[in-house]
């Protein structure tokens, strides 16, 4: 591997192996989505225990402050709305020149496996990894399911996850799943990050999910919505961190999430 991908990954994946990435690029197909309608305002606090943030280029210029920020993985993949006719019909929206500009350490894409686009989210997805094994920027792949959430089984999101490393991606976020995590996992080349999808009902959820995902094998999460549209959006993505980077159980980050919660004073698990 060239040296300026792997120290592109080598800012995203901590020394530990594992990553917590915070994405709030919803906006590009959501809009203006509950609690992320100031992006900036709502990462701030949030930022300190976060590895890497997970952005469009509109929001990475309009709401993050170039100095002393995240590693930044740059969405470049759009074109659909939850108004228009089908959420896989994506193409690339972003140069990888802007991604050099942004001074970027990854770029993620979205691959609609299954879909009537299937075939062009997946060229999208090799034009990209060309692009950037020529600039020395890592992609990571998005298997998304659009409105399909009953797709989230094992055996389909191990064809997509297999499919995205074949095609060259460096990192696959995909959708945890309650049977066969492992075989996902294990099938797939490349480092996998999991995915939270809507809001859970209990943060207990999201500890119990997260922590199933990393003892079968994920290098961390890349969650949203089930942090920054948590009542208690500081204390979630402690608790999440504890388990992330401290092999914690579920009882210790549910510790962690009581004890944020509150404001005992306790110290922040953030790296040196």
């Given at each position: 591997?060239?040296?300026?991908?792997?120290?592109?990954?080598?800012?995203?994946?901590?020394?530990?192996?594992?990553?917590?990435?915070?994405?709030?690029?919803?906006?590009?197909?959501?809009?203006?989505?509950?609690?992320?309608e100031?992006?900036?305002?709502?990462?701030e606090?949030?930022?300190?225990?976060?590895?890497?943030?997970?952005?469009?280029?509109?929001?990475?210029?309009?709401?993050?402050?170039?100095?002393?920020?995240?590693?930044?993985?740059?969405?470049?993949?759009?074109?659909?709305?939850?108004?228009?006719?089908?959420?896989?019909?994506?193409?690339?929206?972003?140069?990888?020149e802007?991604?050099?500009?942004?001074?970027?350490?990854?770029?993620?894409?979205?691959?609609?496996?299954?879909?009537?686009?299937?075939?062009?989210?997946?060229?999208?997805?090799?034009?990209?990894?060309?692009?950037?094994?020529?600039?020395?920027?890592?992609?990571?792949?998005?298997?998304?399911?659009?409105?399909?959430?009953?797709?989230?089984?094992?055996?389909?999101?191990?064809?997509?996850?297999?499919?995205?490393?074949?095609?060259?991606?460096?990192?696959?976020?995909?959708?945890?799943?309650?049977?066969?995590?492992d075989?996902?996992?294990?099938?797939?080349?490349?480092?996998?990050?999991?995915?939270?999808?809507?809001?859970?009902d209990?943060?207990?959820?999201?500890?119990?999910?997260?922590?199933?995902?990393?003892?079968?094998?994920?290098?961390?999460?890349?969650?949203?919505?089930?942090?920054?549209?948590?009542?208690?959006?500081?204390?979630?993505?402690?608790?999440?961190?504890?388990?992330?980077?401290?092999?914690?159980?579920?009882?210790?980050?549910?510790?962690?999430?009581d004890?944020?919660?509150?404001?005992?004073?306790?110290?922040?698990?953030?790296?040196?």
């Amino acid at each position: 591997m060239d040296w300026g991908m792997a120290n592109r990954l080598g800012q995203l994946i901590q020394p530990d192996g594992h990553c917590l990435f915070l994405p709030i690029d919803h906006g590009y197909f959501l809009g203006p989505t509950r609690n992320l309608e100031q992006p900036g305002k709502t990462i701030e606090p949030l930022l300190p225990y976060a590895d890497a943030v997970f952005a469009t280029r509109g929001v990475v210029r309009s709401s993050i402050e170039p100095a002393g920020s995240k590693p930044i993985i740059l969405r470049v993949s759009g074109g659909t709305s939850m108004v228009g006719a089908d959420l896989a019909n994506e193409g690339i929206t972003t140069s990888m020149e802007d991604a050099v500009r942004l001074n970027v350490a990854a770029v993620g894409i979205s691959v609609f496996i299954g879909s009537e686009y299937e075939r062009q989210s997946l060229l999208n997805l090799g034009k990209l990894v060309d692009e950037g094994e020529k600039y020395g920027i890592p992609v990571m792949a998005v298997t998304a399911v659009g409105r399909e959430l009953e797709q989230r089984e094992s055996r389909y999101l191990a064809l997509c996850c297999r499919i995205c490393a074949e095609l060259g991606a460096k990192v696959v976020k995909t959708y945890w799943c309650a049977d066969g995590f492992d075989k996902v996992v294990a099938g797939c080349p490349v480092p996998v990050v999991m995915a939270g999808g809507p809001q859970a009902d209990t943060e207990l959820e999201v500890l119990e999910f997260v922590h199933d995902g990393m003892q079968n094998g994920a290098i961390g999460i890349n969650l949203g919505r089930n942090v920054w549209q948590s009542d208690y959006p500081v204390p979630m993505i402690r608790a999440l961190r504890h388990i992330v980077h401290e092999n914690g159980s579920v009882k210790e980050a549910q510790e962690v999430f009581d004890a944020v919660k509150a404001g005992d004073g306790r110290p922040a698990p953030v790296p040196a």
